[in-house]
């Protein structure tokens, strides 16, 4: 058993609560919270130890939240923290707390890679590098857009490999997450250096890939499109769908009319926290003709990541072989399971 801390129980923690704590390989010391809020309330009625700051000790005090200690102790006690902390903080509670006091840390896609406040020195996917991140002591995990793309794009190189000349990715981003309160703007707005561009050639180096990124008033997954262009005659439909048929977090969705679609349907079956945790190629939107292939698959902006951070536990920790690793991820998230039912919904 390994004794494992998230630091940061938003959108992100919260979830990786939920499958840690399940997970008979992990001890599931502890989670950090800095608010006393509704989700601390929560966090301690689903029966997690809750760390604090010191200076929240007074107001988780007066408003009766029983906390087990402050997060210097959570993460003191453990020996892999997962920072799940709102973008940008991870490099700060990396000088301050990880490296100081030696644990090994994952930390989540709004970090920085690259330049002065790089948290780690490599972005992880499951689908392309997880074998390197075994032992090392700091990974970022990519985030959806990345981890989502990382997915789609590796079986397409190893197929087709030097056939395939370009890609150009149209990245329509959710504005907010399900349970975000901020408001949602009636606008489209668009990014001119999207970091997703730069992410992914950290572990596909030699991809020539172009990424434009649009942000729209949804808060129900993200859409990629892709184009990609081949030296010769692109593959057809067909080629494709068998391409994919047994990837690992890849569905093959047919009658699905938009990503609310996907969403509610994740909801209604009970899926945990309303995520489906993969991406979904929609297969009406195949389209192949002369030297371009298109299609575009959503992509599960909040579950996503989650078992890709199991599985970067079980290289950095545990060194499995990747497809044990999936295995056991597998068995959590019940990934081949979900994937059947949505297939067989959207058939
Ligand atoms: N949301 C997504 O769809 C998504 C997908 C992939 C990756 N990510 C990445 O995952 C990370 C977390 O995103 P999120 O959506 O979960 O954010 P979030 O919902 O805003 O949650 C951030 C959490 O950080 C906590 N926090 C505050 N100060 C902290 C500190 N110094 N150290 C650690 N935690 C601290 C907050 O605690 P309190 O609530 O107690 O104040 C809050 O629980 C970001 O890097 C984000 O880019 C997000």
New binding site residues.
Partial sequence: MVKLFI????????RLATYFSVDEEIELVGI????A?E??KEAISKGYRVFI?KTMENEFARKKLEFAGY?EDGISDSEMII????????Y??KLLLYVPMKKKAI?????DRQGEYSVADMIHNSRVNYDKAAGKSYVM?G???V?GMGRIMQPLIEKFSDDILRYDVNLIR?WA?L??SKEVKDSIEWDSHPHHQDDVKDFIPDANLYVEAFKVPSRMMHLHQILIRFKDKSPLKDQVLELFQNEFGVAILNSAKGTLDVRKKALDLGFAHGDTNMVHIHESLIRSQDDVLKFSYSDD??G??IPENHLLVQSMIFKKPRNDALSHTDKIFDMRKKKEILQNEFK
Avoid: H, L, W
């Avoid at 630091?7 to 919260?14: A, H, L, Q």
């Avoid at 920072?83 to 991870?90: H, V």
């Fill in positions: 630091n940061g129980y938003g959108n992100i923690g919260r950090a919270k800095y608010s809020d989700r601390a700051p997060i920072d799940a902390a709102k973008e940008g903080m991870g700060e509670n930390f989540q896609g709004g970090e995990q985030s959806c857009n981890s959710r997450d349970e975000d902006q909040t996503m990541v």
